[in-house]
Each structure stands twice: as structure tokens, then as C-alpha cells.
């Protein structure tokens, strides 16, 4: 079976520094997989060398396709949607503006319609806000307004940038609850980067663990929850 | 007190042109941080296109539409040739080429068409029934033409996908991106608009101030004075204010007048009408330096 992403010899920089050496793993269609390491290890540049953000080299092939060196609103088009660090709301524009902008090529179609209806009722209480400011929301709103929009781009893979940052503990709950029934539900495969590590291992069928820019261990969740340096390290316990 | 109407009307004619130009100013400015000082002389150059297909024995109309695609697609291509490379330099360099741009458009027009102030048209009829008294034809014509102009582009940017996006990409490029927005075209498409919209006012303005390839220069003044008033990141605000400043230059000039007829004493009168309306609008600013309707940007350093 064709991985849906597959990325090789991952290199990534800023600048002159080399954030990212020789990052390799892969992900199956259907599945969670999650991104473990600390602070400054290389997952949200992962994220970002996946759709062309930072300068790249290596491999990334989505769905079997190369994909490296295509425009990040390319790689979008094809099915990848990044919920960035920070949510990246609109902040002047409407929840509804928010949303619609993710399916702006099509228009105002009764389908897009239907894909609104279909996010409210993962996230109803978008619909509820639906004509305030998005920049007035909550946190944890915003949070619900980055996934949505994601979305609506109808993608087959979703990278999720830390969706519990600064939310208070029952709000990620609801969050993940509702990530794994778009997994399930909407058949997304996704890719979770979390400092949380305990919260992602639940949720995620597979780990890679990343330290100082380099794939360190990788396995099943349930393999990698009991590894004793993951454990102390990362779990705390 | 007929003649205040009078000049508050023709206040608001300027004020339109104005409003145009600050507007192009602002599209511009919300999604690059620049400010086109070459605005106003794409808008001459566009006039003179109009006015040579006008020579040339097309009908105002045509040539005025044809001047407007002219316009937005040398926008659309000045954006993607000239500044596209420039996408990370740093301002003075984008700045030398606004300068350059404004140079150029110049120094071209008054090589092809001489630096010969020309007579430009209007296809406004010389009577309006009923207003006759108080608002020349070709200043509500203008003002008609402009608000039509206006309200065109805000159905575009409020109530379209595509204005939407054009919104988004100017707003939050990265996210915009991620959206899958192809924020390079959509620069590229506020250039184009920026163009239109200045064409239009240029082939309004023209026939007031008469053809020649320096008639933009105050104008561009005027226009920058009004989107900073209005708050240069605001485009409602920028129009507001581009009509604020062309009825307060007025209203200047005209208790001026007040003033000598009344106790006979010249303090202002048309020659300084412009000093003045400066001087306001530099209280204002400074008093509120977002303009009145700007938002307050905190930047992080």
C-alpha cells in the first residue's frame, strides 16, 4: 500500500541554520500519527517543511506524488491542510468569512453550504458566532475556527500545530474528542504535533519522537507510551 | 447661503476624485505596507490613453472602459514584473521604484503626448434639470460616477469569493496561503484594481483640471491627506476622508471669502485654501494619529 505522506531525507533551515536533519517517516491513509519531542526539537518546522514554508530539501510525496517545491496554497489544493501554531485567524473577518475563504474557489455553491453545515455540527458553537468578529472569540474557538477551516478545504491529511496551546484542559478535551470523530467520521488522516504528549499518544496510532532535528524513536503509540526514556522524558512518570 | 451649497457641491466632486485615489492609496497600502507615490501618475497615464482613444474617434464611453482594462492590466503587470522580485527588499528600495515608476509614467506621457496642457472631455450633458443652480453637470457626474465606482468595489470585497480572498490575503498572507489562497495574484489583482480605480479618477478629474502629465501631483496630495485622515488602514475610512478634505478645502476657501466681504480683512482665500485644509488635517493626526477611523496597530518588537 502507497503511505499516503512519505517524507525522506527531510532537511530544513532557517536561514543559515539547519533546523531539520535527514527527517524520514511515514504516514498511512486513515491513520493519526503524532509528532513527540521538546521544545526547539523540529515539529512545527516539520509541519512547515511538509507544505514549503521554510526552505526545504528532501523528499515529501503526498498520495505517492513529489510534492517538495510546490507552492504552500499547492500543496493545500492537493488535500493538506495545516492548522498552524496560533490558530491563524482572520481577526477582522466574520466566523462565517473565516470559514468561506477556505472554499473560496467554489464560489458560493449550495455544496459549500453543506460543508458549513456539516463543520457546525462538529463544532456547534461556531454556528452560534457565526456573524461576530473572529478576532473576538475565545481561545479555545479560535482553535474550533482553525480546524474548521481546515476542514473546508476538504482534506484528505490534516497537520495539527499544537491544538491544545493555552487552552484550558476541558476545552482540549472537547477538541480531540472531536479530532478523533473527524478522523473517524470524515475519514481525515492526520498529523498531531502536541508538547502534550500524554493526550497524543492517546489519540494517535503511531509516534515519532524528534530530538535536535532528527527522528529518534518511532512505533505504535501503545509501543512507544510504555518505552521507559519516553516515559520519564515525555509523560513524566 | 446658495453659495455655500455651491461650494460644499463642488467640494464633494473634488472629494470624490480624492476619495478614489486615497482609495487606490489604501488597497495598496492594507496588503504591502506601501504606500504608491506613483499612483497618481499611473492614473495620467491612464488618461491619456483615454484621451487618445478619444482622438483616435472612439465614443467617451469605450474609451474610458477601454482605458480602465488598460489600466487594471498594466497594474495587474507592474505588480508581477517590477515588484514581484522585490518581495523581500527592504522599503527604500520598493520606495526608489515607486519614485521611479512616478518618473517614468511622467517623463513617457510628456514624450508622447508633449507637456501641452489639452482640453479633455465630457460626457456629462452641460444642463442637469432641476440642480442646474447649485452643482455643475460634469461635478455631479463625477460624483455619480465615483460613488458608482465605490459601491462596485465594496459588493466586490465584502459580498464575492474572490473579494473575500483578495480581504484574507491582505489581512493574514500566511494563513491566507493555508487556505490555499494564491496570495502572489491576489497583490497582483489589488494592483489592477488600484490601477482602475485611479484611471477613473484621472478621466474624471481631467476635465477640471485640464490634461497634462502633472495634473495628478496635487491631487496625489490631496488623496494621501484624505486616506490619513480617514486612517490610511481603512478603506471606508480613506473614502470618508477623501471627500472630508475636498468639502473642507472648499469650506476654507469660502469663509475666506466670508470673511473679506464681511469685515474686509484677506486672511485666506483660494491660494492658501490648500495650506489650510493641510493644516487641519495634520491637527487631526495629530491629535489621532490612526486617522479617524484606523485601527490602532501594537506591533510586537
Known sequence: ?237 | MEQLIQQVASGLANGAIYACVALALVMIFVSTDHINFAQGEMAMFSTYISWQLIQWGLDYWIAFFAAVAISFVAGVLIERIVLRPLHTAPVLSIIVVFIGLLAICNSVAGTVWSYLIKEYPTPFPKEVFGFSGLIGAHQLGVVVVTLLVLSLLFVFFRYTPLGLAMRAAAQNPVSARLAGVRVDWMLALGWGLAAAVGAVAGMMVAHIVYLDPNMMAGILLYAFAGALLGGISSPGGAVLGGFMVGVLENLVAYLGNAIEKGFGVYIIGNGEKLTVALIIVITVLTLKPSGLFGRVVVKRV
Do not use: W
Open chain 1, 1 to 237: 500500500m502507497v503511505a499516503l505522506l512519505e517524507v525522506n531525507g527531510l532537511r530544513a533551515f532557517y536561514g543559515q541554520t539547519q533546523a531539520l536533519y535527514d527527517v524520514a517517516f511515514a504516514l498511512e491513509q486513515g491513520g493519526i500519527t503524532t509528532l513527540l519531542g521538546a521544545n526547539g526539537a523540529g515539529k512545527t518546522t516539520t509541519l512547515r517543511a511538509i507544505c514549503n514554508m521554510v526552505r526545504t530539501e528532501g523528499r515529501v510525496a503526498f498520495d505517492g506524488q513529489p510534492i517538495t517545491g510546490r507552492a504552500t496554497e499547492s500543496i493545500v489544493r492537493l488535500g493538506v491542510a495545516h492548522v498552524p501554531e496560533g490558530r491563524g485567524t482572520f481577526t477582522t473577518l466574520t466566523v462565517e468569512e473565516n470559514l468561506r475563504i477556505a472554499a473560496y474557489t467554489r464560489g458560493r455553491s449550495a455544496e459549500v453550504k453543506r460543508d458549513l453545515d456539516q463543520v457546525f455540527e462538529y463544532f456547534p458553537r461556531l454556528r452560534e458566532r457565526i456573524q461576530q468578529q473572529a478576532g473576538t472569540l475565545s481561545g479555545g474557538e479560535q482553535q474550533m475556527l482553525a480546524v474548521s477551516r481546515a476542514l473546508m478545504l476538504r482534506p484528505r491529511l490534516m497537520l495539527l500545530d499544537e491544538p491544545s496551546f493555552g487552552l484550558a484542559p476541558l476545552i482540549v478535551q472537547e477538541i480531540f474528542r472531536i479530532l478523533r470523530r473527524i478522523n473517524e467520521e470524515s475519514k481525515v488522516s492526520m498529523l498531531l504535533v502536541e508538547q502534550n504528549a500524554a493526550l497524543a499518544l492517546d489519540l494517535a496510532d503511531h509516534a515519532y519522537v524528534l530530538e535536535t532535528g532528527r527522528v529518534v524513536m518511532a512505533g505504535p503509540s501503545s509501543v512507544v507510551k510504555n518505552d521507559e526514556n519516553i516515559r520519564k522524558s515525555y509523560l513524566g512518570y
